[in-house]
């Protein structure tokens, strides 16, 4: 039986690109902090002042924590295409999933171990080896289990982290690991190459390891499952036909997410209060954003006027790259050497910035070519001499 033949342009949706691309907009703004700060080791309420702590506190609500969700529901929404593309072939979908998964996988590594330690493949790649266990369940259930999987941990979570909140009352200060923060700001600020991949590796691992990786099983995989049960009900390609779902949606997630990321200004910024912040009120207010864009869509001029989105969008796997690439480029020691001395809001618009260029640069390229250098690659790994003899243009939209 032949592998899967690529897909082909006619059939990729605009919307997702334009999710992805407005996920990547996100992506930078908080990564931002992370190229030119310890952050992660800081309490970010007391370590940024006046201006910088105004700009922190419009990230923290409107960004931190909401765009990875989107970015998972439209992995599971992709991997769902691909299967269906390959059943419709009479193929099998399992070898080639697998594959895309581990070259995902060897991007990760390299992305993570090399540039930059907040990396967020590997997660990706090795939750996408859980998902593919769960691809044959039809989409309601789809849908249904992931809510479940997300749901029931996190609220247990929630009620467990405002106990200990009542009962020692935990604050961000008290999170704040001095030895590690002095030890990062000294690598990158004045490390070599080696000293700094040393630091990077280290910080990977205590983001990623122990109890961390557990916890992302279980905030991650069930956006796959739900992006993979919208996918088999077709609730994008056929969004006219579901506006008012994602009317309900974006209604009732909007406020309700604003309302717990705001938890932390409300109440106080405790170790409890942000979890919750990030945890439920981040993919909470990721659903809003999505729906919002979704229902935007539709309208007659959307495709226009979000065409910049839907562009940096179409190769995402290289713009996510480039992005740690130039951070890490202009703020470590092997670079310009600016760690730690710019302000946050600084930092902010040069992301913007950034992302403009990026824009400019997928248009650019995307001119003369179907897909990214880094998607060029993937698919070449993944399909290998298959695509060259079967002539596929561009890639199904699944990361």
Not at 68 to 79: D, H, S, T, V
Not at 305 to 317: A, Q, W, Y
Not at 341 to 350: A, E, Q, R, Y
């Amino acid at each position: 039986m032949n592998d899967i033949p690529p897909v082909v342009q006619t059939e990729r949706i605009q919307t997702l690109d334009v999710l992805r691309g407005f996920s990547l907009f996100g992506i930078i703004l908080v990564n931002m902090i992370g190229f030119h700060s310890p952050y992660g080791y800081y309490n970010p309420y007391e370590w940024w002042k006046y201006d910088d702590l105004t700009t922190h506190t419009w990230i923290d609500v409107l960004v931190q924590g909401t765009f990875y969700p989107i970015f998972a529901l439209l992995f599971g929404y992709g991997m769902v295409m691909i299967r269906r593309k390959a059943l419709a072939n009479g193929n099998t979908f399992w070898k080639i999933g697998v594959k895309r998964l581990l070259v995902l996988l060897a991007f990760g590594v390299i992305h993570a171990f090399f540039i930059w330690h907040g990396d967020i493949l590997i997660t990706y790649a090795l939750i996408g080896f859980l998902l593919l266990l769960f691809l044959r369940i039809p989409g309601p259930f789809l849908i249904g289990l992931g809510m479940a999987l997300y749901l029931l941990p996190q609220l247990f979570l929630t009620a467990l982290f405002l106990i200990l909140h009542l009962s020692n009352g935990v604050s961000l200060a008290d999170y704040t690991n001095i030895v590690a923060l002095q030890t990062s700001q000294e690598a990158y600020t004045n490390g070599s190459y080696m000293e700094v991949t040393a630091q990077r590796i280290s910080d990977w691992k205590t983001i990623n390891l122990s109890a961390g990786f557990t916890l992302y099983i279980f905030l991650i995989l069930p956006m796959m499952l739900i992006g993979a049960g919208a996918a088999k009900l077709k609730w994008i390609e056929k969004s006219k036909e579901y506006w008012r779902m994602w009317l309900v949606i974006f209604l009732i997630a909007l406020p309700i997410g604003i309302a717990i990321k705001l938890l932390p200004l409300i109440v106080e910024p405790s170790l409890s209060f942000q979890y919750i912040q990030d945890a439920l009120g981040g993919p909470i207010l990721g659903f809003a954003y999505a729906a919002g864009l979704i229902l935007l869509m539709n309208a007659r001029m959307a495709g226009k006027l979000l065409k910049p989105f839907s562009t940096i969008g179409r190769m995402s796997l290289s713009m996510y790259l480039m992005q740690s690439l130039i951070g890490t480029l202009i703020f470590y020691p092997y670079g310009l050497g600016l760690y730690g001395d710019i302000s946050l809001t600084t930092g902010t618009w040069l992301a913007v910035c950034i992302y403009v260029i990026q824009v400019v640069l997928a248009g650019l390229w995307l001119a003369k070519f179907q897909r990214g250098p880094a998607e060029m690659l993937w698919r070449s790994l993944t399909y290998g001499k298959n695509m060259k003899r079967r002539g596929g243009t561009n890639e199904v939209n699944e990361l």
